[in-house]
């Protein structure tokens, strides 16, 4: 033991009570050595809930105190064992079988065990087994000591384990297929890592596996083997081999009496237990995804503390003696300021001195062994990206924003004064597959156009509106700078500032912008009555407690403008000159990923950059095992039919009657006069092909406008809708893109005067040959924007209530965001109820949502005299850091608001929806990546260690990339299993009204967003309640 | 050791090699002991007409880690400049013949020879003098008179140097070098000392070299071997590449004859409903309102080509400031076959209508259904599955 640790604070009971102090896993001790924030690297703040904020996979954060506790023993010269026993115990609490978060460490091999598994309250009977069985353990864990004496500390794990009788790799661990190890739930399935340090590692997780079987045992899939098995446990051979093996040649070989207490600083992560999610239904298909597998050849990454006595603030002094000290620590280093990670052992503790320049004081750095990391540890991942960024500047690449560029294969469209230039988003992840390279083929679209340029054109078309032009145009754009290649986001245009003003330097030199850019870049300001750009950058504080803040100015002259032009984006051909280059098929895009590989691979000084932290890039893409659900049947008013291939089914859809249809007998149309003849043209259509559908349809009642003004329009619907108040639909022919008339009759037919309007405009009826399938289309909106229901399909599951949440946000951030709200209301999920609430900036959406949900279940008991037993609640919008969020605080206002009714306890399911991710899948076939076809899912080695999730790919894709959508059950206690979850969104991918085939995302998901993106961007409040019950938002 | 000196006094360093290029403007440049390429990434900046940066250093390793930021930004791609630019980075010794440091305008060894041991001074000086023979050399080294000045210094201001020079003895080296290979000198430096300190001189004195003849370097000589090891060489975007300038210019033209026809063609719409009746077979409008030189000629329909004169396109400054005369446009354009001109180059002709969408349409197919009955035979119960049968 360390005798410089502080002394133990005194609590004699703790080494036979240890489970007292279970309550304090979460917490520090108030004395406790700093090797409590050996998480500050990745997780800069503690979550404050228990054992959750450790979900990076770090473990209780408290060898030290159980050292302290238990072991007088200064002489154990073994540090690295004991403490890698450490129990995951599927924590009670919660439900679900997530090792990782808050299994206890395993305090000490002899009495501390007791400790891991007292606290754990996993309802499980087989719990009192496990304690039985604990006696057996202790005799079995604690002999290893003296074995282990031999080799000494310094000696490597793998070596440690030979003598143990444990030989590394053998039938477990990267042998195992992806899909087969999941599925068949075998013991081996956990291990991530690499065979080198599968010795050491892995013989630990199968001790500390075997018997914290408790709350695994919960969980349906579990084989017989891997219940609450002691080493005397019936520990099936096949599934676990090794626990028998290692467990018994440790109790043979073990001459020393239990209770031997070890030194427990050092521990080792753990390796966290897959969690259920493997559905079964479908057809297997090989399946490619754009996961490229990284090879770990190390054995462990060593992560160490670093103390200064006296202390050291500053970072950069911290840096710099570190820096010297190259020799001890070698070249390969990761080190945030106090914690140190290297890819090699050093003593455990070791001591080094420096001198601080400033004073001449001697310092003394403390360098202590806290960690012995798999090399796949979270932990390890983002100096890993940094090695990354390292490899892709080798390769040439250029990095804009977080992305990398290739300059030497820049597409320019000189047409529209643009470049595109091809490159990679790159991340690492260590998903349930293990470590993987995640690359996506990204596009970055630059102009050659200044911000001044833009301005001096804004200005020619528009000075009187100048400054609002240029605020519409410009905020919340990317621009990146001329003098280096830094983005910025502009927040706001200064306009009383210009480059003449002054600006105050880090030295505190004051010098104006012209002089600025003049001395330090060479850049000569042209324009000198430019206004600045804004950009106000996320208060974040740098390592170091460096608070950024404040605003940046920027020059327009020298600030390029990137992304696609606003009116570019609605000139439909040039967007496609545009989209030729940006949709990559399948076969393009492996093809660029596996150049990339090449790239890699084949350059030295990339491949012996990444070796230094023992890592290789593998040349294939992933290729796995996942399958497509089975096809759905669709169901119309008498006709059904099960979906083809292509699930296109927009010509049933008109040929067959709808399942319900509102009969139009009170409808206007209003068009100016020059649109008559469309107007005309187009009512007659209607009739013509309203009658297979089953609507019937009447004469409108018809008003020709005197010009396409907005007031002129505004004035007669409202004339209109007051002398007829029985109009059941306004339909208006707009002559061109006019986003504000469109705003303006949706205001008034949605809030003023609540009316379901159809805008069309009168471009897309205007060509003869066309105009029979646009009135179809038109015709079946009108009718679900009327109330009737167009198709379904069958969900077998009774009393369900399904809801789709999306929240539009502003672009320019500064009003407010929109939570659009959809729930079903009656069983065959074709009625729809829909609530829309405004938030400011910073407001919790689950306020709002609240309301929301239980006007929802008001109107359900309304429709159906009970209420839903099941809900299902599909949330769009939920980044990955927000998950925790999601599950400790939305969740649980979700279950409060149930209780507001008395004695009801719906079953939920809360499904988190992601369409934005980087994860592409490709069908794989004799040696050719393809488009996957629609109903793909994946739901293994891809997936996130953290949570049950799946990929699902169920819209058909007709240009680009296969991009399934990403669905994490965060929440699950209507026990939908791996599968209903699977189909049960497939099914719901079915039902967008607006689209006659699959769609990314469950239709509640897609009303959702169609909802709150009319209301916060043409509406700009709530639509009026008349409307709820319809899908007037379509 | 902090220094007194604002702005630091290895800024004032870089800004004196800074000054001296926009003086006399050399077009070749080596940087010797470039280390971290700080001065190299400054006149990448300051370019003032260099065409060739070169940097030495004998440290690999720190050329590796910095040599990316010498690479070109993304505006380098986006606004290519005038002039050529190529930065090349060795790994090598002051004290090494290199044939490929020859013909340099200017050597730059900022805070170099007092890191070199005396005798190879010696070295240093007959190579870089006598062998490179450049046109002129920039060197700087510690004053070791103004040491006294420095707080809490004691003997050299940093542990890696060999020594640390008198005025006088800086100065006696450099009027050897100059009686030996034919240069003049003048001395300077930077940092000043204020009050009566002022007489230690500089904190860093500088000695600016000219060559005394004019340069007669042979290309036969060029062959010899290179020993210098090359780590990075890029070659800046610039519009003295002449496929770049060509594209450039190309599109920028293309750029301006599209705008000027969307604009007539909205300008047509906007009169007299173009789309539903259908244009004069030959119309000509008078476009442009706000008033400007280019008015005079304007764009015009012919069949299904709209003519925009080179003239309009040529009143754009950009293309003005791509190539200086309409004579000298019309010829790139001719030669490029992305601009379709008419015969006597005096016009670009660009469709009228955007060639028509090629939407793919669903032709209704009656025989062939794809649809079949209802084949569910099984039917789905999740709940009982679930085995959870409505216990609320």
Redesign the interface.
């Known amino acids: 033991m360390d005798p410089k640790r502080p002394p133990f604070p005194g609590h004699p009971g703790v080494t036979r009570m240890p489970w007292m102090q279970s309550a304090e896993d979460q917490g520090q001790l108030p004395d406790q050595p700093p090797l409590g924030r050996a998480r500050g690297l990745v997780l800069p703040k503690d979550d404050p809930l228990p054992g959750r904020g450790r979900a990076l996979g770090v473990p209780g954060e408290t060898p030290v105190r159980f050292g302290r506790g238990i072991s007088p023993s200064v002489s154990e010269p073994l540090v690295g064992f004991p403490r890698g026993v450490r129990l995951p115990t599927d924590e009670g609490g919660f439900g679900r079988a997530r090792g990782f978060l808050l299994s206890t460490p395993e305090p000490s091999v002899g009495i501390g065990r007791g400790a891991a598994v007292g606290p754990v309250p996993t309802p499980d009977i087989e719990k009192s087994d496990v304690q039985e069985k604990m006696p057996e353990r202790q005799t079995v864990v604690a002999p290893v000591i003296p074995q282990v004496e031999a080799p000494g500390p310094g000696s490597s794990l793998v070596s440690m384990f030979r003598g143990l009788g444990i030989e590394p790799a053998k039938t477990w661990g990267r042998g195992a297929t992806p899909v087969g190890r999941g599925a068949a739930g075998d013991l081996g399935a956990g291990v991530q890592s690499k065979p080198t340090i599968i010795g050491a590692e892995e013989a630990i997780s199968v001790l500390g596996r075997g018997f914290v079987g408790v709350g695994r045992a919960a969980l349906p899939h579990m084989s017989v083997g891997r219940g609450p098995i002691g080493p005397s446990g019936p520990v099936s051979p096949v599934d676990a081999p090794f626990s028998l093996q290692s467990a018994a040649s440790i109790s043979e070989e073990a001459p020393v009496p239990p209770g031997t207490p070890p030194k427990v600083e050092v521990k080792m992560e753990i390796v966290k237990e897959p969690l259920q999610k493997i559905g079964t239904k479908g057809s297997p298909i090989s399946i490619g995804s754009n996961y490229i597998p990284i090879c770990c050849k190390n054995e462990a990454v060593f992560q160490y503390h670093v103390t200064f006595t006296p202390n050291v603030e500053s970072v950069a002094m911290r840096f710099g003696m570190m820096k010297e000290h190259r020799p001890t620590t070698g070249e390969v280093v990761a080190f945030d300021g106090s914690i140190l990670y290297l890819p090699k052992r050093l003593e455990e503790v070791v001591h080094l001195k420096a001198e601080r320049k400033t004073d001449n004081q001697e310092i003394d750095i403390k360098i202590q062994l806290t960690k012995i990391l798999p090399p796949s540890s979270d932990l390890c991942i983002p100096f890993y990206s940094v090695v990354l960024r390292r490899v892709m500047r080798l390769l040439g690449l250029k990095l804009v924003g977080r992305n990398h560029y290739d300059p030497n294969a820049v597409v320019i469209l000189g047409k529209h004064r643009l470049q595109v230039w091809p490159g990679y988003s790159t991340s690492i992840k260590h998903t349930d597959g293990g470590l993987y390279l995640i690359v996506d083929v990204s596009h970055k679209v630059l102009r050659n156009d200044s911000v001044l340029d833009i301005m001096n054109l804004i200005y020619q078309g528009s000075r009187e509106s100048f400054q609002d032009e240029c605020t519409k145009e410009f905020v919340g754009s990317i621009v990146i700078t001329r003098y280096n290649n830094r983005t910025y986001r502009i927040d706001d245009i200064e306009w009383s500032k210009s480059p003449k003003d002054t600006f105050t330097l880090a030295d505190g030199t004051v010098t104006t912008f012209v002089e600025y850019y003049r001395k330090n870049y060479g850049i000569t300001i042209k324009e000198l009555e430019q206004p600045m750009l804004i950009h106000r950058p996320k208060e974040r504080s740098k390592p170091g407690g460096k608070v950024i803040t404040g605003e940046i100015l920027l020059l327009p002259e020298l600030s390029f403008m990137t992304g696609i032009p606003e009116k570019m984006r609605k000139d439909f051909r040039a967007m496609k000159d545009l989209t030729m280059h940006i949709n990559v098929g399948a076969e393009q895009h492996t093809q660029s990923l596996k150049q990339l590989l090449h790239n890699i691979n084949s350059n030295n000084e990339a491949v012996s950059e990444l070796s230094r932290w023992g890592l290789s890039i593998s040349q294939e893409i992933l290729v796995t095992q996942g399958r497509t659900l089975p096809n759905e049947t669709i169901c119309l008013h008498s006709a059904s039919f099960v979906t083809s291939q292509a699930v296109d089914w927009s010509r049933e859809v008109v040929r067959d009657p709808s399942i319900s249809t509102v009969p139009l007998k009170c409808w206007a149309v209003f068009y100016p006069r020059r649109a008559t003849d469309q107007a005309e043209e187009l009512v007659t259509t209607f009739t013509r092909v309203a009658g297979p559908m089953g609507i019937t349809i009447d004469r409108p009642i018809r008003v020709e406008l005197r010009d396409d003004r907005t007031e002129t329009f505004i004035k007669s619907i409202h004339s209109q809708l007051t002398s007829e108040p029985n109009v059941q639909l306004v339909v208006c022919i707009m002559t061109g893109n006019r986003d504000d008339l469109y705003s303006a009759i949706k205001k008034l037919c949605c809030i003023q005067s609540p009316v379901p309007s159809q805008a069309i405009n009168v471009r897309t009826i205007s060509q003869p040959q066309k105009l029979r399938s646009i009135a179809q289309k038109i015709l079946l909106q009108i009718n679900c924007k009327l109330g009737g229901e167009l198709w379904t399909v069958n969900v077998p599951l009774k009393y369900l209530m399904v809801i789709g949440v999306d929240v539009h946000h502003d672009v320019s951030k500064k009003s407010r965001s929109v939570m659009g709200f959809v729930a079903s209301l009656n069983s065959t999920l074709t009625k729809w109820y829909s609530r829309v609430t405004f938030q400011m900036p910073h407001e919790e959406i689950i306020n709002g949502f609240r309301v929301c949900l239980l006007a929802a279940l008001q109107k359900y008991y309304e429709v159906n005299h009970t209420f839903p037993e099941k809900i299902v609640i599909y949330r769009d919008g939920v980044s990955d850091g927000q998950l925790k969020t999601v599950e400790l605080y939305e969740i649980p206002q979700v279950l409060k608001c149930f209780e507001t009714i008395p004695n009801y306890e719906p079953k939920l399911a809360f499904i988190v929806v992601q369409k934005r991710i980087s994860t592409t899948l490709y069908s794989y076939g004799s040696n050719h990546f393809g488009t996957p076809s629609p109903g793909t899912v994946l739901d293994h080695t891809v997936t996130n260690r953290d949570w049950v999730d799946f990929y699902l790919m169920a819209h058909s894709i007709r240009q680009g990339c296969g991009l399934p959508t990403h669905y994490i059950a965060v929440y699950n206690t209507a026990n939908l299993t791996p599968d209903h979850l699977q189909r049960l969104t497939f099914k719901m991918c079915h039902l967008y009204w607006n689209w006659p085939g699959t769609i990314r995302v469950p239709a509640p998901c897609k009303y959702a967003h169609k909802l709150a993106f009319l209301s916060g961007q043409y509406l700009h409040s709530e639509p009026a309640i008349q409307l709820s019950e319809k899908l007037f938002f379509l | ?1 902090t220094t007194p000196f ?2 630091p006094l290895y800024m004032q360093r870089y800004q004196f090699v800074i000054d001296y290029v926009k003086t006399y403007r050399p077009k070749k440049v080596i940087d010797f002991g470039c280390a971290e390429c700080c001065l190299l990434k400054k006149l990448k ?4 007409g260099i065409q060739l940066l070169v940097g030495v250093d004998i440290n690999s390793v720190v050329l ?1 880690k910095r040599m ?1 930021t010498l ?5 380098d ?3 290519p400049s005038d002039g050529p630019l190529t930065i090349e980075l060795y790994q090598g010794s002051v004290t090494e013949r290199e044939p490929c440091t020859r013909g340099f305008d200017l050597v730059t060894c900022v805070e170099l020879i007092e890191h070199l041991e005396l005798v190879e001074v010696a070295s240093f000086s007959e190579v870089v003098f006598g062998y490179m023979s450049p046109g002129a050399v920039i060197v700087s080294t510690p004053n070791s008179e103004f040491n006294p000045l420095l707080p809490g210094l004691r003997g050299f201001r940093n542990y890696d140097h060999k020594f640390e020079w008198t005025r006088a003895e800086f100065q006696t080296w450099a009027h050897n070098v100059c009686r030996d290979y034919g240069y003049s000198v003048h001395f300077t430096g930077v940092g000043e000392a204020v009050g009566h300190w002022r007489e230690v001189g500089f904190c860093t004195q500088i000695a600016v070299f000219q060559r005394n003849f004019h340069d007669s370097m042979s290309n036969a000589e060029r062959l010899e071997p290179s020993v210098y090891r090359l780590m990075y060489k890029v070659v800046y975007p610039s519009l003295s590449d002449n496929n770049i300038y060509q ?1 450039t210019l ?3 033209v ?2 301006e004859a ?1 705008h000027l026809r969307q604009e007539w063609l909205s300008r047509m719409d906007s009169s007299n ?1 173009a ?2 009746c259908a244009p004069p077979l030959m119309h000509l409008f008078q476009h442009g309102a ?1 008033g400007g030189t280019r008015d005079w000629q304007p764009v015009y329909q012919q069949g299904g080509t709209i003519c925009v004169p080179l003239a309009c396109v040529w009143s754009s400054p950009r293309v003005r400031a791509l190539c200086g005369s309409v004579q000298r446009l019309r010829q790139e354009l001719l030669e490029d076959e992305r601009v379709r001109m008419s015969a006597d180059g005096t016009v670009l002709n660009l469709p009228a209508a ?1 060639e028509e ?1 090629e939407e793919k ?2 032709e ?1 197919e009656e025989d062939v259904k ?7 035979s099984v ?5 009982r ?2 085995g ?1 049968c ?1 216990n ?1």
């Open positions: 050791m604002s702005p900046f300051h370019r003032n590796l990316h690479a070109p930004l993304i505006s791609y986006l606004q594209r190309v599109n920028e293309l750029y599209q409903n789309h539903f706000e955007e969408e349409e669903v209704e794809a649809v079949s009955v209802v084949a569910n039917e789905e119960d999740w709940d599955e679930l959870c409505g609320i």
